[in-house]
């Protein structure tokens, strides 16, 4: 079975600080792809970074960066400068293809303190 | 791109009327999903299509729920009759999966409220 635990349902950051979200996943599958979705209080699901699980290079956007523990399976995401505009929920996922199967954690709500 | 395309964006209605929840996928994305979020249950997937066929329906929670996707760029989901339970946000996202793509794009939501 394939599961994504996110163990930080709460987590706040003071304004310019750098804030690490957890997740862990399970799967026997070698092929998949991690996600970070952010979920303002708009709603919106927005994709924040992806990994590929088979580059063992970290991705990163801008101020987003994932630490990805392979042999782990870890994928943490740090957010560097805080900014007010990052409260949100955020969900970490990870992607199978066959059969095409896309897991959810049950979201860390982060809140930037000005 | 206009992104996923939802509507209503909110939809209020009572007890035992039909809903229909519309979406349009991203142009050219060959997988569809429809998701249900709540407080209690989290992020939860109903169903999703590949090439307008469905997949996987494992996840709709009983026969007053179903979908459609009669085209490439529309799909229904339609609860007939609704309850209060039935509260709660829809998402739907599609994926350029069968272009080697992962990641699923999601619409802005429906908030479902059934009173």
């Known amino acids: 079975a394939q599961t994504v635990t996110q163990s930080q349902p709460e987590m706040s950051v003071q304004e310019a600080e750098t804030v690490t979200l957890s997740c862990t996943y399970d799967t026997s599958e070698s092929n998949y792809y991690l996600f970070w979705y952010k979920q303002p209080p708009s709603r919106q699901m927005i994709l924040v970074i992806r990994?590929?699980?088979?580059?063992?290079q970290n991705a990163t956007e801008n101020r987003f960066s994932v630490n990805f523990q392979k042999a782990a399976k870890s994928f943490s995401l740090k957010i560097s400068d805080s900014q007010l505009g990052d409260t949100a929920m955020y969900f970490c996922?990870?992607?199978?293809?066959?059969?095409?199967?896309?897991?959810f954690g049950t979201g860390t709500s982060l809140t930037v303190i000005p | 791109d206009a992104g996923v395309i939802q509507s209503p964006r909110h939809e209020v209605t009572e007890m035992g009327q039909e809903v229909t929840l519309r979406c349009k996928p991203i142009?050219?994305?060959?997988?569809l999903f429809w998701y249900r979020q709540t407080m209690m249950r989290g992020l939860e997937l109903l169903i999703y299509f590949n090439n307008n066929v469905p997949i996987d329906d494992s996840g709709m929670p009983e026969d007053r729920f179903s979908a459609k996707m009669p085209n490439a760029s529309f799909s229904t989901l339609k609860i007939q009759p609704s309850e209060p339970r039935d509260s709660a946000v829809y998402f739907c996202?599609?994926?350029?999966?069968?272009?080697?793509?992962?990641?699923?794009?999601f619409g802005p939501g429906t908030r479902l409220t059934v009173t």
């Open positions: 990994q590929e699980a088979y580059k063992q």
């Open positions: 996922a990870f992607s199978i293809k066959n059969p095409n199967q896309f897991y």
């Open positions: 142009s050219g994305h060959d997988y």
């Open positions: 996202a599609s994926s350029p999966l069968g272009q080697g793509s992962y990641e699923q794009y």
